[in-house]
């Protein structure tokens, strides 16, 4: 079965603090993991994808497919980070498609 | 690029009418998605097109909903007849090839 699990709905931090947003996958092939973030009543946007490879905003992730995880990670959290984070996977196979986890709301406080 | 368009922003609705949610990929784009989102279920893929064809409409709750795409630049989604159950917002995403989706900001449905 393919699925993502992001086991926190929410993460509450203090500003500065650092911060890991958790997600796991099933699926037995190569996937690709993305990480969107949608900001209050907004769309959603590409934050990260794991082929880039890159930081976007100061955030990383790493797959590892040892584990089936890809979580999210953040030295030091700003105010501004507060929002839902949706991780994704997209299953081979040319379909496109991805499957969305449940999503984790991030809260930074001051 | 405007990006993705979705209309309307807000639809609010009585039980049993007619819903129509309209949705305009980016041009270029041979994928197109349509995502439920809850706060109960998250995102879930209701169908999705790939060169105006549906490829996967397992998403889709019941013989309610049904989605076209007439042509490589506009897409609907209709329910009818609507029920409170249905209240969410309704995404629209488009991408080429296997490149990152892109998403419209979304219809909130609420049927009362």
């Known amino acids: 079965a393919q699925r993502v699990t992001q086991p926190e709905k929410l993460l509450s931090v203090f500003k500065g603090a650092p911060v890991e947003l958790k997600c796991n996958y099933s699926?037995?092939?190569?996937?690709?993991l993305f990480w969107y973030v949608q900001y209050s009543r907004q769309r959603l946007q590409l934050l990260l994808r794991?082929?880039s490879r890159e930081s976007i905003k100061g955030f990383t992730a790493d797959l590892n497919k040892g584990e089936t995880s890809f979580h999210l990670k953040k030295p030091f959290a700003q105010e501004e980070d507060s929002a839902m984070y949706y991780c994704?996977?997209?299953?081979?196979?040319?379909?496109?498609?991805?499957?969305f986890g449940q999503g984790t709301t991030l809260q930074v406080k001051p | 690029d405007a990006g993705v368009i979705q209309s309307p922003r807000h639809e609010v609705t009585e039980m049993g009418q007619e819903v129509t949610l309209r949705c305009k990929p980016i041009?270029?784009?041979?994928?197109l998605f349509w995502y439920r989102q809850t706060m109960m279920r998250g995102l879930e893929l209701l169908i999705y097109?790939?060169?105006?064809?549906?490829?996967?409409d397992s998403g889709m709750p019941e013989d309610r909903f049904s989605a076209k795409m007439p042509n490589a630049s506009f897409s609907t989604l209709k329910i009818q007849p609507s029920e409170p159950r249905d209240s969410a917002v309704y995404f629209c995403?488009?991408?080429?090839?296997?490149?990152?989706?892109?998403f419209g900001n979304g219809t909130r449905l609420t049927v009362t």
């Open positions: 995403a488009s991408s080429l090839g296997n490149s990152p989706l892109h």
């Open positions: 699926y037995s092939g190569s996937p690709e």
């Open positions: 794991h082929i």
């Open positions: 994704a996977l997209r299953p081979g196979g040319n379909t496109g498609k991805l499957i």
């Open positions: 041009s270029g784009h041979n994928s």
């Open positions: 097109f790939n060169n105006n064809v549906p490829i996967d």
